[in-house]
């Protein structure tokens, strides 16, 4: 929560390449050149996400962009015909840390040129005299390791056209059926305008993309796939047999049934087996919330009125969704607090620039009131303990007596009052049961002591991450992880349903799971990221609010698959939609983050310019929070839906607000009274 600045490294061992004038233009034979046609003509590697943008943009309104992952340094490529023993020019416009152009099979030397131009397009020139024999070359573009997304524009391959030729003979064609259906699929042969399916010798279909899928009925058939271009049709592929029918069951029918009944804060949902089913998907207002195997469900959804459907599934396929039902829930929220809140981050341990604030001075415009810090005695210890700023470093700090005192009369006014595990400097690891042991007894003495409301989790750095393999969001196996969730399901437990619960991770560990979800398939990825997601799902019945830090945050993707950056109303939009809305974790649609109620989720900000990175004057603030509850004041992103629910706003920090003449709370706490 203390500001905190990250910095990447990274050494390449490049050679250094000069730039050739620009020739005049005889001919540009490239495909799509400037992307105005999307990425038709171009292959781009599996991982790149490649897309193309309207901005940053050098000519035209398109322009090609790619992220280096892992391994893959997001190549994209296309092949053209070209003439033997003809000298070609190719030029790029480009924009990126690091962006390359270069060209394969041309029979002599392969050129590769590379610049570095992060923040403008630069243009990229190299030439080649193809062999006596050569009649196509692959002309590339592409980023580097780790070093973030790039542009390209306006593609020139200048010299003579070559001859026509037949795309090459597909590649990589698999197959699989199931009770009524053949699906195929293949790899992209280059210089292919479309493909032709063919079934036991004859032809049966055609394609423009590379899968294809038909109803041939049951038995075992034998595919084949051929390439085409305007030039002619290639040979055929290797064939694959696909059996269709073979005793697989058929996909489950509908559940019948369906009934729901609401009490207090919850839902619950029973319906009729389906015969066949294996399991069941819970749709509320649309959005598949869970998927049980029993045919029972009971949903926390927030207050108002929910739409219920339910379908079967198994190995064949999902049924139909069910018929509707509704149920309005009109329980009190969990934690007993107002529609709408402002959640504070109180120095109650340590002083700052910002100076120490007393307990009886906190205004009344907070809602909750979080004690910054209880910290462990060692990393992996679980000991938490909180010690109250010592007089050295505050000098006005007042008296035990008078501090617990002055809890006491803000919860009589109705203020929640949490310890807030953690902070910059309070890595915790629970890498054992005892661990996990102690922290419930140790965070359980200083509720217990101070009389407090409830539990903040600001776990920061390296104190939760995901092992290898550990990779469904719903069954966490990783020993941080598991423990964790068993210690807050423990103190929730022991405390009861006015317990609050609240969390305060940065974006790293929660929205970049879009993208990125712990070590990846090859293991060499950051493996703490998105690794908040695991709690927050397991916690989710029990989460009073979730209050991500909106700071502190590089460029993180949206569900609009654009970047966004902290410090404008936008950011706040896209980072709150994607936990209301919900999302498939690293793009898995079987591995989803489903949406929060919307009274879970508040936005997390800095109090003032130097409380923080990212800080946003109280007019954004206030267009970003228009946008999600109201729909009105959006900017470029437009969320997936309208939130009146939306619970509030949080920030570092309450000294940081005090600070800077209480800008913050009596801004924003005016503007949530306003909403209703």
């Known amino acids: 929560m203390y500001l905190r600045k990250l910095a990447v490294a990274a050494v390449l061992a490049l050679g250094g390449t000069t730039l050739a004038a620009t020739p005049a233009h005889a001919a540009n034979i490239a495909t799509n050149p400037g992307f105005e046609n999307g990425l038709s003509g171009w292959t781009c590697s599996a991982?790149?996400?490649?897309?193309?943008?309207?901005?940053?943009?050098?000519?035209?309104?398109?322009?090609?962009?790619?992220?280096?992952?892992?391994?893959?340094?997001?190549?994209?490529?296309?092949?053209?015909?070209?003439?033997?023993?003809?000298?070609?020019?190719?030029?790029?416009?480009?924009?990126?840390?690091?962006?390359?152009?270069?060209?394969?099979?041309?029979?002599?030397?392969?050129?590769?040129?590379?610049?570095?131009?992060?923040?403008?397009?630069?243009q990229l020139s190299t030439s080649f005299t193809t062999g006596a024999s050569t009649t196509s070359v692959t002309i590339h573009v592409n980023g580097w390791y780790g070093q973030g997304v790039y542009q390209a524009d306006d593609v020139v391959l200048d010299g003579a056209p070559g001859q026509g030729q037949p795309p090459a003979t597909p590649t990589g064609l698999t197959g699989t059926g199931n009770a009524t259906t053949a699906s195929l699929s293949w790899t992209a042969s280059s210089?292919?305008?479309?493909?032709?399916?063919y079934r036991n010798g004859t032809r049966v279909g055609t394609a423009t993309g590379t899968t294809f899928s038909e109803t041939p009925?049951?038995?075992?058939?034998?595919?084949?796939?051929?390439?085409?271009?305007?030039?002619?049709?290639?040979?055929?592929?290797g064939a694959v047999s696909v059996t269709v029918g073979n005793d697989q069951p058929p996909p489950p029918s509908v559940p019948s049934g369906l009934a729901a009944t609401a009490s207090g804060t919850s839902v619950s949902l029973r319906w009729n087996a389906s015969s066949g089913a294996t399991g069941y998907n819970v749709y509320r207002n649309g959005t598949r919330v869970a998927t049980p195997t029993a045919t029972s469900y009971t949903d926390t959804p927030g207050a108002g009125t929910h739409s219920y459907q339910v379908s079967a599934s198994n190995s064949a396929g999902e049924s139909a969704k069910s018929g509707a039902v509704s149920a309005t829930v009109t329980g009190t929220p969990p934690g007993d607090?107002?529609?709408?809140?402002?959640?504070?981050?109180?120095?109650?341990?340590?002083?700052?620039?910002?100076?120490?604030?007393?307990?009886?001075?906190?205004?009344?415009?907070?809602?909750?009131?979080?004690?910054?810090?209880?910290?462990?005695?060692?990393?992996?210890?679980?000991?938490?303990?909180?010690?109250?700023?010592?007089?050295?470093?505050?000098?006005?700090?007042e008296s035990e007596a008078e501090f617990i005192a002055g809890i006491r009369a803000k919860q009589a006014l109705g203020k929640k009052v949490l310890i807030s595990i953690g902070g910059q400097n309070g890595q915790v690891q629970l890498s054992t049961t005892a661990a996990r042991d102690k922290f419930v007894q140790s965070v359980g003495a200083i509720i217990d002591k101070y009389g407090l409301d409830g539990l903040d989790i600001d776990f920061e750095g390296h104190s939760l991450y995901l092992d290898n393999g550990d990779t469904?969001?719903?069954?966490?196996?990783?020993?941080?992880?598991?423990?964790l969730i068993s210690a807050l399901k423990t103190l929730k437990a022991r405390y009861g349903a006015r317990f609050v619960l609240t969390m305060a991770p940065e974006t790293f560990f929660v929205q970049l799971g879009y993208q990125f979800y712990g070590p990846g398939p090859n293991g060499s990825a950051d493996r703490r990221a998105a690794s908040y997601l695991p709690v927050i799902h397991a916690m989710r019945d029990d989460l009073t609010l979730l209050h991500v830090q909106d700071y502190n945050s590089g460029p993180i993707m949206g569900l609009d698959d654009q970047y966004h950056t902290m410090g404008g109303h936008d950011f706040h939009v896209a980072m709150t939609d994607m936990l209301l809305a919900g999302f498939p974790v690293a793009g898995n649609p079987n591995n989803v983050f489903p949406a929060l109620r919307q009274d879970q989720v508040a936005i997390g900000l800095p109090a003032a310019p130097f409380a923080g990175n990212g800080f946003t004057t109280v007019a954004e603030v206030q267009k970003a929070f228009d946008c999600l509850a109201k729909g009105t004041n959006c900017g470029s992103y437009r969320p997936r839906g309208v939130y009146p629910n939306l619970r509030g706003l949080m920030t570092w920090s309450i000294n940081w607000d005090r600070y800077n003449a209480f800008e913050f709370s009596r801004s924003h706490r005016a503007y949530l009274d306003g909403l209703g």
């Not at 210089?191 to 399916?197: C, F, I, K, L, R």
């Not at 390439?227 to 040979?235: D, H, I, Q, V, Y």
């Not at 469904?472 to 423990?483: D, E, F, G, Q």
């Open 47 to 122: 991982s790149s996400g490649a897309t193309t943008v309207s901005s940053p943009v050098h000519g035209g309104t398109r322009a090609l962009q790619a992220t280096p992952a892992g391994n893959d340094t997001a190549r994209c490529r296309q092949t053209v015909s070209v003439r033997p023993s003809s000298a070609y020019t190719l030029s790029a416009w480009v924009r990126g840390g690091y962006v390359f152009l270069g060209a394969t099979g041309t029979g002599g030397t392969d050129p590769s040129t590379w610049t570095s131009s992060p923040s403008s397009y630069a």
């Open 191 to 197: 210089g292919a305008t479309g493909y032709n399916v």
């Open 217 to 237: 009925g049951a038995g075992n058939h034998s595919y084949q796939v051929s390439a085409t271009n305007a030039s002619g049709e290639s040979a055929r592929s």
């Open 337 to 397: 607090l107002p529609k709408r809140v402002l959640v504070g981050y109180l120095h109650a341990s340590f002083a700052n620039g910002s100076g120490y604030t007393r307990m009886a001075d906190v205004p009344n415009e907070w809602n909750v009131i979080n004690l910054s810090f209880g910290e462990p005695t060692s990393v992996t210890s679980g000991d938490i303990r909180f010690t109250r700023c010592p007089v050295a470093e505050c000098p006005n700090v």
């Open 472 to 483: 469904n969001l719903s069954a966490p196996t990783t020993p941080v992880i598991v423990n």
